[in-house]
């Protein structure tokens, strides 16, 4: 199956500042990265996508962005908020007919006031 | 976004025991259902993907008579920890997509599972 590695797992930046959070994958046929947050004791929200044909993707402060070739894709959050101190968690879908998500080991993002 | 209700949230089981987790959509037909297990400040991980109406496929190392997997219909899924054991704790947790590939995953609210 697919193999996601996440880095770093554990975070801390000044409110203000960027948080830049990246994951590889194996699997050269996985078409869909999806990024998730998960705040403690919550379930997981998506907070923004990416597929194989798009190179970056931005949503306000959230930005990501995918290299194939590489298979590296990263998240990019500007503007940090004490709000946005959560884990998040990288994915990777070979997006057939399962649409299995595979995760990466997260990163504890800590946004210092 | 779609909703999808995970019952209960916790649990708590003695040993030898079995204990139903059920995962619903409540705002769409959920084709795919998919259950994760996590370990504390760990990431989750993947046991296996239901498909309505067939076999649940499940993922290398997952025990597939502990954790029987049913999805009867496009709104149910339900994980069956069969003769739970205390290593069986942890927090699972379900997910549903409404079908094709590359569609967003919802996420029910998991269930902390004590086994005591």
């Known amino acids: 199956g697919e193999n996601v590695e996440q880095h770093p797992s554990t975070l801390s930046v000044q409110e203000g500042d960027s948080a830049v959070i990246k994951c590889t994958y194996s699997?050269?046929?996985?078409?869909?990265f999806p990024w998730y947050k998960q705040e403690l004791g919550k379930r997981p929200q998506l907070i923004i996508d990416?597929?194989?044909?798009?190179g970056e993707k931005k949503d306000q402060r959230i930005a990501v962005t995918l290299n194939k070739t590489a298979k590296h894709f990263s998240l990019h959050i500007t503007e940090t908020q004490p709000e946005d101190s959560a884990v998040y968690f990288c994915?990777?879908?070979?997006?057939?007919?399962?649409?299995?998500?595979?995760f990466g080991t997260g990163t504890s993002l800590t946004v210092i006031p | 976004g779609a909703v999808v209700s995970q019952h209960p949230s916790r649990v708590i089981c003695k040993s030898g025991t079995s204990v139903k987790i059920e995962c619903r959509s409540l705002?769409?037909?959920?084709?795919?259902m998919f259950w994760y297990r996590q370990f504390p400040k760990k990431s989750l991980m993947l046991m296996a993907t239901?498909?309505?109406?067939?076999?649940?496929?499940?993922e290398q190392g997952v025990e597939k008579d502990k954790f029987l997997i049913n999805h009867a219909s496009l709104t149910l899924s339900t994980l069956t920890v069969t003769s739970a054991h205390p290593e069986d704790s942890s927090f699972y947790i379900c997910?549903?997509?409404?079908?094709?590939?590359?569609?967003?995953?919802?996420f029910g609210q998991g269930t902390r599972l004590t086994v005591v």
């Open positions: 997910s549903a997509t409404s079908g094709g590939a590359n569609t967003e995953a919802f």
């Open positions: 699997d050269s046929a996985s078409n869909y």
């Open positions: 990416i597929r194989s044909n798009v």
């Open positions: 994915a990777a879908s070979l997006g057939d007919t399962g649409n299995q998500f595979y």
């Open positions: 705002d769409f037909q959920a084709t795919t």
């Open positions: 239901s498909n309505e109406g067939s076999k649940a496929t499940y």
